[in-house]
Every structure is written in C-alpha cells, then in structure tokens.
C-alpha cells in the first residue's frame, strides 16, 4: 500500500504570462507584463511558450506523465480586459475548453485568480493593490469567475505566493507602478490582498460550499546562521512575519499579535478599515497550499541590534555552507526542509498540506537529436518527494498532492528562459522562438513511473 492516500493529486503549475502568449489577441486587454521589455538574459512576455494555441498537446504530454492535477492562471487581462470594465466572452471561452479539456484527460483543473499580472489600466489608474478600488475590482472578477466555472472547477485560490506581497519585492507584482514604496504602503498592500481574499473565500463558502479554496504562501524557511541569540531571533521573527502572519489568517481568521504591534507602534493601524477584520474572522480555508524551493539562512552579524523586519531580508540572507545550490542562481537545496516545514505547518494549523510548486531551476541546451539526461531534476524532485512521504508516514501529516512547477518549460519568474524547471523541453530560446516544440527530457519518464506508484516508486 502507498503511503499517500488514493486520489492523490500529481500535477503541474504554471502562470499565464509565463506560458500562453497570445498578448494582444483574442479581445485581450494589457497587463503590466505585456509593456515590458527584453533585456539580454529575459524575454518579453508575449509569447510564453504558446499555449494559448498548444495547450491540448501540453495536456496530452501531462496525461502521459499520469498527471491528475493541473495548477493555472486565468489571466484576468483576458477575460476583463480593463480589469473594472466590461467581461470579455471570448477570453473566457477560452478558459471554458482549456477547462473542459483537462476533465476530458482526468486532469483535475485548480485555478488560481492572480500570479502578478495586474491588468495595465488598474495600475495606472489606481496603482495597483495599494488602493481599496483594486480591491473591488478584484473581488467583482473573482465573482465572474466562480459564476462561470465553479460548476467544473473544485479547487480555487486567489493570490500566488500571497505572503511577498507585504514584502519589498511586493511593489513589483502587486501593479505598484509609482511612488515612495514605504514600509507603509508595503503593508498596506499586503492587508488589502488579505480583505481581497476573505471577501472571496467566504463568497465562495456561502455560495459554492462544493469548492475549496485556501490560502496560498511561499513559505521561507529561515535557519539561524549560528546559535547566536541574536541569529536565533531574527530567524524565529523571519518566520512570524513572513509566514505564520498570514497563515494565522488564512487558518484562524486573525493577524499575527506580533505583527499587529509592530503596526501599532509604527501607526499604520489605519490602513485597516471598519469591518475589514470581521471580515477576515470569518475566513476559513480547506487548506493550505504554498511553494516551496530552496532555504535561507540569516546572519545578523553587521545588523544593529533591533534592526528592522525589512533589514533582515536585505541585509541578512546568507549562504547556507551546510547544503549544496543550483548552479547559475545559487537556491540551496534542501529537500529535509521541505519535510520540516510541511509537519510544522501541519503540527500548528491541522489542516491538509497542499504543496503546489517545487522544482528545480537548470540552464539546459537541446542539441536537436539525444534525449536531455536531467538526472539532477529527478534526484531534486525524488529527495523532495520521499520528505513529504516521510512527513506523511512519520509525522502524521495530511497531504493532499504535489505539483511541480513548469514541468513543461515557460519562462521564469524574471522572464529567463534559460532557467527551465521543465521535464519536457520547449525549443525556444530568450530571443529566438524556434520552432517550440516540446521534447520530453529523462526525467519526464522517471515522473511516469512515479505517478503510476502513487508514489512508490522513486
């Protein structure tokens, strides 16, 4: 017998700037990532990988790997292309046969609302999440969403990697086009997605209670460099603010009393409007789903004490000299971490695991003939996957699946195709689109074997 229940979702996740292409056609509108330009190591974002119009041949080769389970965007461009204006009926037939063909292969669709592209009239308009108008926008295409596709579609999240939003990284993906970017305004779009959230969630509690959604981190493992107190600290308030603050949310329906102080003390407590934490409190979430990749390490040696929450993301991050990196881009690998951070979730909120990103992120090079032998992906994702078995038969903990991200090629988060996650190759390169064809690499029938097991076979 496996030791992951029947019915356990393997599958694969990816964003849809990051994949369809087709940025100006089918009635959509722009986002921000359409007006961005290419630099010598990224791409633009207006091809992707071309599966607006490949899509079922990528469902085919995923079918193949015995995938169950399909994580992706629908881009909220292409179905309103203003964002706060009128719905776009050809945007969201698309999506109505993109869904329809995952359930004809047996691929459960899980959709997710919003991976960073806001629409490019919400950001110049308002200035993305930062404003209480955004918000609404929001919940008004999230709604349409759930009318449209909540008949077919059991799981649903809101917002990808929702804890960076309240971090400095989070003016980039949260339509922040101008301004100061404050500590203030930092936190206040991070409070905003949360309202954006809640409202959702309880919408879709009361009105489609056969769906499930919860909340969706990058959960940042953050070890001490050394067993200096100060290191220790730091770690410890790393995981407070970046992930359990959040995750008391989502679970709990209430913020963190630590960060609630530093908001006292820093008066920023207005940013929380009339009924917003009622609103939260009613929250609940049927799990917690989150990405995983690499750990950190914190050093404070340099940093005065009582340095700030935000001088120890960009000054203390360290090199951790115990565990080996991915070459090219340095994220340590840490597979027993993945195990640690799944069973002390699990431990504290007791609700099931939903691990929807892991991967491993390689330059790779096609020569056109010989099957690419990717045996690093295979040992990243059999080390990942025994800790999470091991979470599951040792700790008790309650997983749901596991997908991996991109397993077919798309660019990377920072448009860079050379970085591929992949376990099938898609030929194109930054500036050359090639012929796009998909070539599965080694790894791709190691992934058969696995699914097939349920695990078993590793």
């Given at each position: 017998m496996s030791v992951l229940k029947e019915g356990f979702l393997w599958g694969n996740s990816v964003s849809s700037m990051q994949?369809?292409?087709?940025?100006?056609?089918?009635?959509?509108?722009?986002?921000?990532?359409?007006?961005?330009?290419?630099?010598?190591?990224?791409?633009?974002?207006?091809?992707?990988?071309?599966?607006?119009?490949?899509?079922?041949?990528?469902?085919?080769?995923?079918?193949?790997?015995?995938?169950?389970?399909?994580?992706?965007?629908?881009?909220?461009?292409?179905?309103?292309?203003d964002g706060d204006g009128a719905f776009n009926e050809e945007g969201i037939a698309f999506y109505d046969k993109f869904i329809d063909e995952l359930i004809n292969r047996g691929i459960e669709p899980m959709i997710c609302l919003y991976h960073f592209d806001m629409?490019?009239?919400?950001?110049?308009?308002?200035?993305?999440?930062?404003?209480?108008k955004v918000v609404d926008a929001f919940e008004r295409y999230a709604n349409e969403m759930l009318k449209r596709f909540a008949h077919k579609v059991k799981y649903w999240i809101t917002f990808n990697e929702q804890n960076l939003y309240g971090t400095p990284f989070g003016f980039k993906i949260a339509g922040y086009l101008e301004g100061e970017q404050t500590t203030k305004e930092s936190f206040t779009i991070g409070h905003n997605m949360m309202v954006a959230h809640a409202r959702f969630s309880n919408y879709l509690m009361?009105?489609?209670?056969?769906?499930k959604t919860g909340g969706m981190t990058t959960y940042i493992e953050v070890y001490p460099m050394s067993a200096k107190p100060n290191d220790v600290f730091a770690?410890?308030?790393l995981d407070e603010f970046l992930n359990h603050h959040l995750l008391e949310a989502f679970t709990n329906g209430r913020y963190s009393p630590e960060v609630v102080a530093f908001l006292k003390e820093n008066n920023f407590m207005d940013m929380i409007l009339d009924g917003d934490m009622e609103e939260i409190s009613k929250m609940k979430s049927d799990f917690i789903s989150f990405s995983y990749y690499a750990s950190q390490a914190i050093d404070t040696t340099g940093l005065k004490d009582g340095a700030s929450i935000v001088e120890y993301m960009e000054k203390g991050f360290t090199k951790n000299p115990h565990i080996e990196a991915t070459q090219g881009w340095g994220w340590q690998i840490d597979p027993l971490g993945f195990r640690n951070i799944l069973t002390k979730m699990y431990n504290r909120y007791q609700i099931p695991m939903f691990p929807i990103e892991n991967g491993i992120g390689v330059q790779e090079e096609w020569d056109g003939v010989n099957e690419i032998?990717?045996?690093?992906?295979?040992?990243?994702?059999?080390?990942?996957?025994?800790?999470?078995?091991?979470a599951v038969q040792h700790d008790g903990v309650d997983v749901i699946g596991y997908l991996g991200w991109g397993l077919?090629?798309?660019?990377?988060?920072?448009?860079?195709?050379?970085?591929?996650?992949?376990?099938v190759y898609v030929n194109r390169t930054n500036h050359d689109l090639r012929d796009m064809k998909r070539v599965p690499k080694k790894s791709f029938y190691w992934m058969q074997e696995v699914t097939r097991s349920n695990g078993k076979k590793l």
């Amino acid at each position: 017998m496996s030791v992951l229940k029947e019915g356990f979702l393997w599958g694969n996740s990816v964003s849809s700037m990051q994949t369809e292409g087709a940025w100006n056609v089918g009635g959509k509108g722009l986002s921000v990532y359409d007006i961005r330009e290419a630099s010598e190591f990224s791409s633009d974002w207006k091809d992707g990988s071309h599966s607006y119009t490949r899509y079922k041949e990528d469902f085919d080769y995923m079918e193949q790997m015995g995938m169950n389970c399909y994580r992706f965007q629908i881009s909220w461009s292409r179905v309103c292309p203003d964002g706060d204006g009128a719905f776009n009926e050809e945007g969201i037939a698309f999506y109505d046969k993109f869904i329809d063909e995952l359930i004809n292969r047996g691929i459960e669709p899980m959709i997710c609302l919003y991976h960073f592209d806001m629409p490019l009239h919400l950001a110049q308009k308002y200035n993305g999440f930062v404003s209480r108008k955004v918000v609404d926008a929001f919940e008004r295409y999230a709604n349409e969403m759930l009318k449209r596709f909540a008949h077919k579609v059991k799981y649903w999240i809101t917002f990808n990697e929702q804890n960076l939003y309240g971090t400095p990284f989070g003016f980039k993906i949260a339509g922040y086009l101008e301004g100061e970017q404050t500590t203030k305004e930092s936190f206040t779009i991070g409070h905003n997605m949360m309202v954006a959230h809640a409202r959702f969630s309880n919408y879709l509690m009361e009105n489609y209670p056969e769906c499930k959604t919860g909340g969706m981190t990058t959960y940042i493992e953050v070890y001490p460099m050394s067993a200096k107190p100060n290191d220790v600290f730091a770690a410890r308030k790393l995981d407070e603010f970046l992930n359990h603050h959040l995750l008391e949310a989502f679970t709990n329906g209430r913020y963190s009393p630590e960060v609630v102080a530093f908001l006292k003390e820093n008066n920023f407590m207005d940013m929380i409007l009339d009924g917003d934490m009622e609103e939260i409190s009613k929250m609940k979430s049927d799990f917690i789903s989150f990405s995983y990749y690499a750990s950190q390490a914190i050093d404070t040696t340099g940093l005065k004490d009582g340095a700030s929450i935000v001088e120890y993301m960009e000054k203390g991050f360290t090199k951790n000299p115990h565990i080996e990196a991915t070459q090219g881009w340095g994220w340590q690998i840490d597979p027993l971490g993945f195990r640690n951070i799944l069973t002390k979730m699990y431990n504290r909120y007791q609700i099931p695991m939903f691990p929807i990103e892991n991967g491993i992120g390689v330059q790779e090079e096609w020569d056109g003939v010989n099957e690419i032998q990717d045996d690093y992906r295979i040992e990243y994702h059999r080390n990942h996957i025994q800790n999470m078995k091991d979470a599951v038969q040792h700790d008790g903990v309650d997983v749901i699946g596991y997908l991996g991200w991109g397993l077919i090629d798309i660019l990377s988060s920072q448009g860079d195709m050379r970085k591929r996650y992949g376990m099938v190759y898609v030929n194109r390169t930054n500036h050359d689109l090639r012929d796009m064809k998909r070539v599965p690499k080694k790894s791709f029938y190691w992934m058969q074997e696995v699914t097939r097991s349920n695990g078993k076979k590793l």
